[in-house]
């Protein structure tokens, strides 16, 4: 995990990161993140879109509840696809949320889904043709 902070000290939780590149550099970055607080309220996911100046924008995910970010993966060159699991207290176990985000932090898609049971597991990920493909398992 990264810890990273803003120019105000802010700091955060890293989860996963996904790069652009362009003539041997990068020039743009998306990391899933949470933001760290000091007080016991629930953290929330977010990401954090990253310019070639280092310089970070925030970009909140509309989570209801405590959840667990499950699977990411980039999808193409410049789309991240997530799945994020309830987590304790949220009353429906089966309830996952997908997002389609590009590497710019711009939503392309979200779907709320539930699953055959609470136990998803995912594995592999790719897109073809505009729709994206997740692998993995279930009980």
Do not use: C
Request: charged share 25%; aromatic share 12%; proline share 2%.
């Amino acid at each position: 995990m990264v810890r990273l902070k803003n120019e105000l000290g802010k700091s955060y939780n890293a989860y996963a990161d996904f790069w652009e590149y362009g003539d041997g550099e990068i020039t743009n970055g998306l990391i899933i993140a949470k933001a760290d607080s000091k007080g016991k309220g629930q953290k929330q996911y977010l990401l954090l879109v990253m310019d070639n100046n280092l310089e970070l924008k925030e970009v909140p995910l509309d989570l209801e509840g405590a959840h667990t970010l499950v699977y990411a993966a980039k999808v193409t060159d410049k789309d991240i696809a997530m799945i994020f699991a309830p987590d304790k207290g949220v009353p429906d176990v089966s309830a996952y949320s997908y997002y389609l985000y590009d590497i710019y932090g711009n939503l392309k898609n979200k779907v709320e889904f539930k699953s055959s049971a609470s136990a998803l597991l995912l594995t592999a990920a790719y897109s073809k043709d505009g729709e994206v493909y997740f692998f993995g398992t279930s009980k």
